[in-house]
């Protein structure tokens, strides 16, 4: 099992910077951020982000780099064609795509944006991953969808390879279902009945499909019993954790972490 490390809720960047390079130098699999632009409180503060993955990309060399996750309705296609080609190209492929289909309906309400419904945020999140990946080829695309409409419409320059498309789907057993059939990896709360009934899925999927837990393990919330809790996803099949590590010390929790993972090597 792979291990990532989230690097969130941290307002100050200096921490985030060597956190980053402490996971690149230990081997972790990924660092990423939550993805709000919008903070419940003043000082909620947290830096996220297509700047500090550019910047991130520039001051690592192995670590892979992924949201978790991008809230779709937030971001215009063009937009999420052009920042994910561009930072799978600066960070010569180490970029992956983490989107969601929304949620947190107060965010929405306090920027005056429409909140859809479940299904029409989900069919808008399945349309956009489809384009994504015909932009990805930097060939023109043109698509007539219920939400997503694009007259010769290109993105270039494409980058090598497509970025993995990670689909978050949090707690929900509709997005489950639903994504399943466009994702490449399907990222997951810690509920155990969902992580079965993702096995199940994965397992009569006609095409690889991985699957990642997300972890809310930061500001004190970290276990004692930190590395038997990932033996327990790594003995479910779960190919990939995201641990939240947030701290008051985050190099010092991303190094405990990164020597932890070197036992699932």
């Excluded at 490390?5 to 990924?30: H, K, M, N, T």
């Excluded at 978790?68 to 937030?74: A, F």
């Amino acid at each position: 099992m792979r291990i990532a490390a989230v690097l969130s809720p941290v307002a100050e960047w200096p921490p985030i910077v060597e956190a980053a390079r402490v996971a690149d130098e230990l081997g972790l699999d990924a660092v990423g951020f939550y993805d709000h632009y919008h903070s419940a409180k003043p000082e909620w503060a947290y830096i996220c982000g297509w700047s500090a993955y550019g910047a991130l990309a520039a001051l690592t060399e192995r670590v892979h780099l992924v949201p978790m996750v991008l809230n779709s309705l937030h971001y215009e296609l063009g937009v999420l064609a052009k920042e994910s080609s561009v930072l799978a190209i600066a960070s010569a492929n180490r970029f992956e795509l983490a989107l969601g289909a929304g949620d947190w309906p107060s965010s929405f309400a306090a920027w005056g944006t429409e909140f859809p419904p479940a299904a029409a945020r989900l069919d808008r999140l399945e349309e956009t991953v489809v384009a994504l990946r015909l932009l990805w080829t930097g060939e023109p695309v043109s698509i007539e969808g219920r939400h997503v409409a694009l007259d010769g419409a290109i993105s270039t320059p494409a980058p090598e390879r497509p970025p993995p498309v990670i689909v978050g789907v949090g707690g929900s057993h509709r997005t489950l279902q639903r994504a399943a059939s466009f994702a490449d990896e399907l990222n997951l709360y810690d509920d155990p009945a969902l992580i079965a009934e993702a096995a199940r899925i994965v397992a009569d999927s006609p095409r690889p499909v991985a699957v990642s837990v997300f972890l809310s393990w930061e500001w004190g919330k970290w276990p004692a019993d930190d590395a038997a809790q990932l033996e327990r996803f790594a003995a479910a099949g779960i190919d990939r954790a995201f641990v939240t590590v947030a701290s008051q010390d985050m190099p010092a929790t991303v190094h405990r972490l990164g020597k932890i993972a070197q036992g699932f090597r």
